[in-house]
């Protein structure tokens, strides 16, 4: 499996803000995908980050709240703006290796908004 | 109808004991299958796959499929205290390409 590297683990932030999380693998993964896990809730996809080109949003995720770049087949960032406390999550990425379908996370960001 | 589902428990089994997790999907067309466990304050771990109708073992983790119930389950031999953990049934839907969707999780106590 790939080495799956975020940063920040964790950060506090006030609302109305932004904050750009990155996602870093080893090897020339095809699929990278950000997920949001909110407290004591299941994990939720928030969208398929495309090498080159613009993310694929699942329903309920839009670009203007969550702007994600791929401006490699090795670096993902996900963007939370205009943050409210209701923003306060894990978000995780993970990633997918060419031919296979088994999925692994890195560490995730622990965000808190106040 | 949730697309995946599982009862968040908690489930509590003894030591040494087998403890047993289910979770049903929605969509026929999935064909992966995955277990994560996730440890409070963890992101998850993924400790189990299965593609085919029927068991795949590995150390004392069964995974069961059945297509044609849509039903996916998770055995734990021998279970320890460490087994403690909140269990996530995730399934690719379709053709594969998309990401995983989760159900909610089992929350799992192992009592010594």
């Known amino acids: 499996s790939a080495v799956i590297s975020q940063k920040p683990s964790r950060d506090i932030c006030q609302r109305g803000t932004s904050l750009t999380i990155q996602c870093q693998v080893d090897?020339?993964?095809?699929?990278m995908f950000w997920y949001r896990q909110q407290p004591g809730q299941s994990l939720t996809l928030i969208a398929t980050?495309?090498?080159?080109?613009?993310?694929?949003?699942e329903s309920g995720f839009v670009i203007d709240k969550f702007p994600i770049s791929r401006p490699n087949l090795t670096f993902s960032t996900l963007t939370v703006s205009n943050m409210s406390p209701e923003d306060s999550s894990i978000y995780l990425c993970?990633?997918?290796?060419?031919?296979?379908?088994?999925?692994?996370f890195g560490q995730g960001t622990r965000l808190t908004v106040v | 109808q949730k697309e995946v589902e599982q009862n968040s428990g908690p489930l509590s089994v003894p030591e040494g004991a087998i403890a047993s997790l289910n979770c049903t999907y929605s969509?026929?067309?999935?064909?992966?299958f995955f277990w994560y466990r996730q440890y409070s304050g963890k992101s998850p771990e993924l400790i189990m796959s299965?593609?085919?109708?029927g068991d795949k073992e590995d150390g004392r983790f069964t995974a069961q499929l059945n297509k044609a119930s849509q039903y996916v389950s998770l055995l734990i031999r021998d279970s320890q205290p460490s087994d403690s953990a909140t269990y996530l049934c995730?399934?690719?839907?379709?053709?594969?390409?998309?990401?995983?969707?989760f159900g909610k999780g089992t929350h799992l106590i192992i009592q010594p």
């Open positions: 995730a399934v690719i839907r379709g053709g594969g390409a998309d990401g995983l969707t």
């Open positions: 299965i593609y085919s109708n």
């Open positions: 969509d026929r067309g999935s064909q992966s």
């Open positions: 090897s020339q993964v095809t699929m």
């Open positions: 993970t990633q997918r290796v060419w031919g296979q379908t088994e999925a692994f």
């Open positions: 980050a495309n090498q080159g080109s613009e993310a694929t949003y």
